[in-house]
């Protein structure tokens, strides 16, 4: 029992302080890193691509990285209550975590544009959910209205301990391979994900323990993409739910890591994100939601662009939620099931090895 895993604030103590009695933990962290040839081919042979499967932590997504320790500072400060705006994953997260610690919890959601995968799962935690008749944007300026009167905490991205936490995706990719990579691909929704990830670099290669820092691309969805357009999207709208969000609250952050890592942010459409959920799932056995593979997507787009990734290079994708996530999706594009009579001889018929 003396090497138990116990998540992240366990893993990291000198960048995660806080209280031992406080911890609320799922024992989310240590994700693996998937190795991705057949992507690597089709990207430029002699890369060597991973995955860092954040669909495979407590909840399904990477947002119990920041949760564990925004959850656990509430549960410090003697906080009875937390708060979140939600797509989803946040609203699943902040709910389990919650359970477990014995607040209580109520998020806000846009109406009909949550994946039910994640909506289940925040009913089944016990959450107060509430759905706005309006989108992520309005959901989140009314939380943060809501919270600054100190009765509840919110435990949105705006939340430094949930950034905070976010950033040991990095530490774990840099003690893995024992050095950053050369670039780190990501999805880019509300921000925080790309911020932290720079966040966690940095502090790494500062402390000497990589000898350098990676190049952050990030993607957005081509209906719901204000950092690459320059301007606030009023009315987001891809079926990557997940980033579906106009005015990301990381914004400014964001740009700070492009800028920093001498990386880039674009945009891809939803036909090129529907391409690269099915490659990840047919190609190379694992099954994302769709603002995951916008990551891929993005991968797939700047590829085409002459001599953009080198061999010899190491590139790391997140991958950010699994893809049960949102089953809706994934049965829409995917062949429908033949019936056929319970009969040997139509078996072989319909094989026909």
Same mark, same amino acid.
């Given at each position: ?23 609320? *933990? ?316 319970? *009969? ?10």
């Amino acid at each position: 029992m003396a090497n138990h895993y116990q998540g992240i604030i366990k893993a990291y103590p000198q960048y995660l302080p806080v209280q031992e009695k406080s911890i609320v *933990s799922l024992c989310e962290g240590a994700t693996p890193l998937l190795e991705a040839p057949k992507l690597a081919e089709r990207l430029c042979p002699g890369t060597t691509i991973y995955l860092k499967l954040e669909g495979l932590n407590p909840t399904g997504s990477f947002k119990d990285r920041g949760m564990t320790y925004a959850v656990s500072k509430a549960h410090e400060a003697g906080s009875k209550a937390i708060i979140c705006a939600s797509t989803g994953n946040t609203s699943a997260s902040a709910a389990a975590y919650a359970a477990r610690s014995g607040l209580r919890c109520i998020v806000l959601i846009p109406d009909g544009k949550i994946a039910l995968g994640k909506l289940s799962q925040a009913m089944m935690h016990g959450a107060e959910v509430l759905q706005i008749k309006g989108n992520f944007d309005d959901a989140l300026r009314m939380v943060k209205e809501f919270s600054q009167s100190g009765k509840v905490t919110l435990v949105n991205s705006v939340n430094p301990f949930r950034l905070i936490g976010q950033r040991t995706l990095a530490y774990e990719v840099v003690d893995e391979l024992g050095e950053a990579p050369d670039y780190h691909v990501m999805p880019v929704g509300n921000a925080g994900n790309i911020t932290a990830h720079w966040g966690g670099y940095k502090t790494y290669f500062e402390e000497k323990k990589s000898k350098k820092l990676p190049k952050l691309l990030g993607f957005q969805a081509a209906g719901a993409a204000p950092i690459v357009l320059g301007h606030v999207v009023e009315n987001p709208e891809t079926l990557a739910t997940a980033i579906r969000i106009g005015n990301p609250a990381s914004w400014q952050y964001a740009l700070e890591a492009q800028r920093e890592s001498q990386g880039l942010i674009d945009s891809v459409t939803d036909e090129e994100i529907l391409e690269a959920y099915q490659f990840l799932a047919r190609e190379e056995g694992y099954f994302c939601e769709p603002a995951s593979a916008a990551t891929v997507a993005g991968l797939f787009k700047i590829s085409r662009q002459n001599n953009f990734f080198k061999a010899g290079e190491v590139i790391v994708c997140t991958l950010t939620g699994h893809g049960l996530k949102d089953p809706d999706n994934a049965i829409k594009i995917s062949p429908k099931p033949k019936l056929i009579n319970a *009969s040997m001889q139509e078996l072989e018929k319909v094989i026909s090895i």
